[in-house]
Nanobody, 119 residues
Framework: QVQLVESGGGLVQTGGSLRLSCAAS????????MGWYRQAPGKQRELVAE??????????SYVDSVKDRFTISRDITKNTVDLQMNSLKPDDTGVYYC??????????WGQGTQVTVSS
């Protein structure tokens, strides 16, 4: 089992920046993949950014709508996976969830953090 705790959400104006952080209760090397999802009101949860193969350096990927604006990164000393979000738009509003999948393909989720971008 692993617990994931998100932080860093809040209210920001269009064009602003936020940095989300996901703290894992144990080494992120015990995870194969970690990522950030978001769920906007009335919409399905979508994968925003992901790091795959964390042990071997990490391969990052992004949904098209956030490419060149968001950056996902890992810190193995702090056991965190962060999401730097720049040039935020109202469409980025939603609850952001940290997720992880271990080598047994078990999935873990954080409780979510609200991001609101005002126009």
């Amino acid at each position: 089992q692993v617990q994931l705790v998100e932080s860093g959400g809040g209210l920001v104006q269009t064009g602003g920046s936020l940095r989300l952080s996901c703290a894992a209760s144990r080494s992120i090397f015990s995870m194969n993949n970690m990522g950030w999802y978001r769920q906007a009101p009335g919409k399905q949860r979508e994968l925003v950014a992901e790091i795959r193969r964390i042990r071997s350096g990490g391969i990052t990927s992004y949904v098209d709508s956030v490419k060149d604006r968001f950056t996902i990164s890992r810190d193995i000393t702090k056991n965190t996976v962060d999401l730097q979000m720049n040039s935020l738009k109202p469409d980025d509003t939603g609850v952001y969830y940290c997720a992880a999948r271990d080598f047994m393909e078990r999935d873990y989720w954080g409780q979510g953090t609200q991001v609101t971008v005002s126009s």
